[in-house]
């Protein structure tokens, strides 16, 4: 069984930065890709951000492209994301998530396993 802990979360001026983090446990073989997703107000969740993990190949929203950057720890079933020149349409609720193929470089994947989310706020 997949659990994913979020954290990291939290206020950020625009033009910041903040740096999430997800914890898996699980087997590995149902983490091959994992990514972000968000839920901004208002509007359907979507994906920001996966990477997989045989050749760490990363797949960005065009919303988050040269300012967030995913990344991944194998060896810790850690995920990361550097958000960096943060701005106030960035403020909503973030989920890590994984699926147990590959993603390919996509973030309009049906994951299988999400954590509750955390809530990131940049004020401008």
């Known amino acids: 069984q997949v659990q994913l802990v979020e954290s990291g979360g939290g206020s950020a001026q625009a033009g910041g930065s903040l740096r999430l983090s997800c914890a898996a446990s699980?087997?590995?073989?149902?983490?091959?890709?994992m990514g972000w997703f968000r839920q901004l107000p208002g509007k359907k969740r979507e994906g920001v951000a996966t990477i997989d993990s045989k050749d760490d190949k990363r797949g960005y929203a065009d919303s988050v492209k040269g300012r967030f950057t995913i990344s991944r720890d194998n060896v810790k079933n850690t995920l990361f994301l550097q958000m960096n020149s943060l701005k106030p349409e960035d403020t909503g609720l973030y989920y890590c998530a994984t699926y147990q193929f590959y993603c390919w470089g996509k973030v309009d994947v049906d994951m299988d396993h999400w954590g509750k989310g955390i809530q990131v706020t940049v004020s401008s």
């Open positions: 699980g087997p590995s073989s149902s983490m091959w890709c």
